[in-house]
């Protein structure tokens, strides 16, 4: 059984930095896609950041956000940085099994086999 967990939300002023980690159990087949979403109040579910052999971005998320694995991808984390108020969302970890994923993947979260329950990213000015 695949289960996947956030931690490491909060509130953060603007320009300041936080770091997800989400927990993945159970998925243990060699191709699999680890991905960051987000969505905020009245917005559509976007991603922000995959990764599987190589790692993609969103344009919002370029140059300020970076995804990384550890623990043979038992630990997926977002590192976030420079924080905007438009950043404020519930994030979500997700994943495919079996699976490469590439960047267009960002567009597709109906794709996603699995996910966490989210976690709430604030940021106020």
């Known amino acids: 059984q695949v289960q996947l967990a956030e931690s490491g939300g909060g509130s953060v002023q603007v320009g300041g930095s936080l770091r997800l980690t989400c927990s993945v159990s159970?998925?243990?087949?060699?191709?699999?896609?680890l991905a960051w979403f987000r969505q905020g109040v009245g917005k559509e579910r976007e991603g922000v950041a995959l990764a599987d052999v190589d790692t993609y971005y969103s344009d919002s998320a370029k140059g300020r956000f970076k995804i990384s694995r550890e623990n043979h991808d038992t630990l997926v984390h977002l590192q976030m940085t420079n924080l905007r108020t438009e950043d404020t969302a519930m994030y979500f970890c997700?994943?495919?099994?079996?699976?490469?994923?590439?960047?267009?993947?960002?567009?597709?979260?109906?794709?996603?086999?699995?996910w966490g329950p989210g976690i709430q990213v604030t940021v106020s000015s």
């Open positions: 159970g998925l243990t087949s060699d191709r699999k896609c």
């Open positions: 997700a994943a495919i099994s079996r699976r490469w994923c590439r960047e267009y993947y960002l567009s597709r979260w109906t794709d996603f086999d699995y």
